[in-house]
C-alpha cells in the first residue's frame, strides 16, 4: 500500500539545535513532495515543496529539504531551531498526475527556550 | 478574511444521526479537498473535486459519507447514520492553478471537530 512515513513522532530540541525530520514514501513512480506545518492554535500552511528540478529546496522560515529518489526520502532540515518554531510537521506526497494526497502521521517538534 | 471556511467548526450527534459540514473554499480556486484527521495522525484524504466534478473518491470512504460541489464553488460533506468511528476532525483545502496540475499549495480550512456521542 502506498505510505508515508515520518520517523519521529516527537522531537524536543533546544533553541540554536540543529532539526532534521526524516520522511519516506513508498510510491514507486513520479511524485510531489511537501512539507505542511500547523502552529499551535492555526491551519496547516504549507512550508515547501518539490516538483522537480533541483532537489533541494528552500520554503519559508529559513525551512529546507533534500529529496533523495533513491532512498525514497524528502527529509526536513533547519540549521538552528527557534522557540517560534514549535510546531506538527506533516509530510505529503501526491503521485504526478494524481490527485490523491498521502500525510504522514506528523511529528510534534517541541523547543525549548 | 479570504481564506478557506467551514462551518460549523464542532458539532456533537448521536449515533445514527446524519450531519452536514460544509466548506467555503478560496474563491479563484477550482480544487477542493477533504479530509479527516484524528488524534495522533496526518489528514487522511476523503475526495477531491475539480470545479463541480467529484473526480477522486477515497475506498475508504463508506456508502455513508458523500460530498457535493454543485456550483464548483462551496461544497458539502454529508455523513448519513453516524457511528462514534467517525468522530474526527474534517478538514477541507483548496487549491488553484494551471488546469491539471493537482499538485499545488493546498489553503487548509479550520476544520469541523465531530463527536458522536
Known amino acids: 500500500a502506498q505510505s508515508v512515513s515520518q520517523h519521529n513522532h516527537h522531537v524536543i530540541l533546544s533553541e540554536a539545535a540543529s532539526l532534521e525530520l526524516g520522511c519516506n514514501y513508498s510510491y514507486g513512480g513520479t511524485v510531489n513532495l511537501f512539507w505542511y506545518v500547523q502552529y499551535p492554535g492555526q491551519h496547516l500552511q504549507l512550508l515547501l515543496k518539490y516538483f522537480s528540478g533541483d532537489p533541494l529546496v528552500k520554503g519559508i522560515k529559513g525551512f529546507e529539504a533534500e529529496f533523495i529518489k533513491s532512498k525514497f526520502s524528502f527529509n526536513l532540515r533547519k540549521p538552528s531551531v527557534q522557540w517560534s518554531d514549535t510546531a506538527e510537521y506533516f509530510c505529503?506526497?501526491?503521485?504526478?498526475?494524481?490527485?490523491?494526497?498521502?500525510f504522514g502521521a506528523g511529528t510534534r517538534l517541541f523547543v525549548k527556550a | 478574511d479570504t481564506g478557506v471556511s467551514q462551518d460549523p467548526r464542532h458539532k456533537i450527534t448521536k449515533r445514527g444521526q446524519n450531519v452536514t459540514f460544509r466548506c467555503d473554499p478560496i474563491?479563484?480556486?477550482?480544487?477542493l479537498y477533504w479530509y479527516r484527521q484524528t488524534l495522533g495522525q496526518g489528514p487522511e484524504f476523503l475526495t477531491y473535486?475539480?470545479?463541480?466534478?467529484?473526480?477522486?473518491k477515497s475506498r475508504l470512504l463508506s456508502d455513508r459519507f458523500s460530498a457535493e460541489r454543485p456550483k464548483g464553488s462551496f461544497s458539502t460533506l454529508e455523513i448519513q447514520r453516524t457511528e462514534q468511528g467517525d468522530s474526527a476532525m474534517y478538514l477541507c483545502a483548496s487549491s488553484g492553478g494551471p488546469s491539471g496540475r493537482a499538485y499545488n499549495e493546498q489553503f487548509f480550512g479550520p476544520g469541523t471537530r465531530l463527536t458522536v456521542l
Open positions: 505529503a506526497v501526491i503521485l504526478t498526475g494524481g490527485f490523491k494526497t498521502i
Open positions: 473535486f475539480q470545479n463541480e466534478a467529484q473526480l477522486e
Open positions: 474563491s479563484e480556486h477550482n480544487r
